[in-house]
C-alpha cells in the first residue's frame, strides 16, 4: 500500500515563499503522476500542478507563473516551491500520486498540509 507523507506547510506573509513535500512510501516503482491539490474553507478541491515521471507539468492558471513543482523519479518524492504567496493560496495542501494518466478512486493521498498566507 503506497503512503503519502507531506511536510512543508505553515504560516507566511504575503510575498513569500514555502516549499512542500512529499514522499510515497510502500512501493519500488515509480509512479506515473505525482502532485499536489488544494482545498480552501469552503471551496472545493482544486488541482495545483501534477508531475508525470516523463516530466511533463501541468499547473493551475493562478499559479503557473509563482509555483514550480519538481520531482526526484527514482524516489517517489514530490516538490512545489510556492513564490509570491497571496492570501488567495491559503489552504489545505494534499499530495496525490497514481499509476495511470488520469485520476481515479485508486489515487493515492497524504494527510494534507495547511499553508497560511497573512499579514
Avoid at 61 to 90: A, H, Y
Wanted: net charge positive; proline share 5%; glycine share 12%.
Amino acid at each position: 500500500q503506497v503512503q503519502l507523507v507531506e511536510s512543508g506547510g505553515g504560516l507566511v506573509h504575503p510575498g513569500g515563499s514555502l516549499r512542500l513535500s512529499c514522499a510515497a512510501s510502500g512501493t519500488n516503482r515509480s509512479l506515473y503522476a505525482m502532485g499536489w491539490y488544494r482545498q480552501a474553507p469552503g471551496k472545493q478541491r482544486e488541482l495545483v500542478a501534477h508531475i508525470t515521471r516523463g516530466g511533463g507539468t501541468n499547473y493551475e492558471t493562478s499559479v503557473k507563473d509563482r509555483f514550480t513543482i519538481s520531482r526526484d523519479g527514482p524516489k517517489n518524492t514530490v516538490f512545489l516551491q510556492m513564490n509570491s504567496l497571496n492570501p488567495e493560496d491559503t489552504a489545505v495542501y494534499y499530495c496525490n500520486a497514481r499509476w495511470g494518466p488520469r485520476p481515479t478512486e485508486s489515487d493515492y493521498w497524504g494527510q494534507g498540509t495547511q499553508v497560511t498566507v497573512s499579514s
